[in-house]
């Protein structure tokens, strides 16, 4: 299948108290077509106003790619900015559970949420930023998702430990980072095996109000 061609779409920022940024990637299953991807994305193109995918595969800011399909790669690529408000969070919810049919494997997407009405040049304000950020996570199974969440987790805690020690040093942080994510797993397994829904795993997303402004992903 040819990677499909997007048209470019206006959409008004106009009482939008956000401006939300979703970029990552996900490997989708040799099988699917372009039309399970836009069944899967709706909850996003449609939260625009669009009819279809190519219709709202634009992103806010022309110099973003957007919503692509890679069919040759086999792969899914986010780099896609929408106005719009809190209720997006449902948007994203419904996007994870249906990627997670379609996922070979597992994959991180960050989304960020940019508040539209603050301005960090503004001397006399004392309003603070009501930006946000979050991780949202998908995956063929549980396991999947949490070997993603488990090797950001192992990268996050590296980086911010070789600031002081060898990164040869780290074998035992790393180890015990691995045992927790056991853990998880062996109760999610227990969870299942009696009928009780897994703690820990599914396309959730995770995250909070961090110090200072993300900047944009640019390309």
Same mark, same amino acid.
């Given at each position: 299948m040819p990677q499909q061609q997007y048209t470019c779409r206006n959409m008004s920022s106009s009482n939008a108290p956000f401006e939300i940024h979703v970029h990552g990637q996900v490997l989708l299953r040799p099988a @699917?077509? +372009?039309? *399970?991807? *836009?069944?899967? #994305?709706? !909850?996003?193109?449609?939260y625009t106003g669009a009819k279809s995918l190519a219709d709202g595969a634009s992103s806010f800011y022309e110099e973003e790619p957007g919503i692509r399909f890679d069919a040759k790669q086999h792969m899914l690529l986010l780099c896609w900015t929408v106005?719009?408000?809190?209720?997006?969070?449902?948007? #994203?919810?419904?996007?994870?559970?249906?990627l997670n049919e379609l996922a070979e494997t597992g994959a991180s997407i960050e989304v960020t949420f940019y508040d539209a009405e603050f301005d960090e040049e503004d001397e006399q304000s004392d309003a603070e930023s009501r930006d946000? +950020?979050?991780? #949202? +996570?998908?995956?063929p199974n549980p396991a999947a998702i949490m070997q993603v969440q488990r090797d950001l987790l192992v990268?996050?805690?590296?980086?911010?430990?070789?600031? %002081? =020690?060898?990164?040869?040093?780290?074998? $035992? @942080? /790393?180890?015990?980072?691995?045992? #927790? =994510?056991?853990?998880? +797993?062996?109760?999610? /397994?227990?969870?299942?095996?009696i009928?009780? !829904? !897994?703690?820990?795993? $599914?396309?959730? %997303?995770?995250?909070? %109000?961090g110090g200072g402004r993300k900047p944009r992903h640019l390309h």
């Amino acid at each position: 299948m040819p990677q499909q061609q997007y048209t470019c779409r206006n959409m008004s920022s106009s009482n939008a108290p956000f401006e939300i940024h979703v970029h990552g990637q996900v490997l989708l299953r040799p099988a @699917v077509t +372009f039309d *399970q991807l *836009q069944e899967a #994305l709706k !909850p996003l193109w449609k939260y625009t106003g669009a009819k279809s995918l190519a219709d709202g595969a634009s992103s806010f800011y022309e110099e973003e790619p957007g919503i692509r399909f890679d069919a040759k790669q086999h792969m899914l690529l986010l780099c896609w900015t929408v106005t719009g408000n809190d209720d997006f969070r449902q948007a #994203l919810d419904e996007m994870c559970m249906s990627l997670n049919e379609l996922a070979e494997t597992g994959a991180s997407i960050e989304v960020t949420f940019y508040d539209a009405e603050f301005d960090e040049e503004d001397e006399q304000s004392d309003a603070e930023s009501r930006d946000d +950020f979050m991780m #949202l +996570f998908v995956g063929p199974n549980p396991a999947a998702i949490m070997q993603v969440q488990r090797d950001l987790l192992v990268q996050d805690v590296v980086n911010m430990m070789e600031r %002081h =020690f060898d990164g040869a040093e780290l074998g $035992g @942080v /790393v180890a015990e980072i691995d045992k #927790l =994510f056991s853990m998880r +797993f062996d109760a999610m /397994v227990n969870s299942l095996e009696i009928g009780r !829904p !897994p703690r820990g795993s $599914g396309g959730g %997303h995770g995250g909070g %109000h961090g110090g200072g402004r993300k900047p944009r992903h640019l390309h």
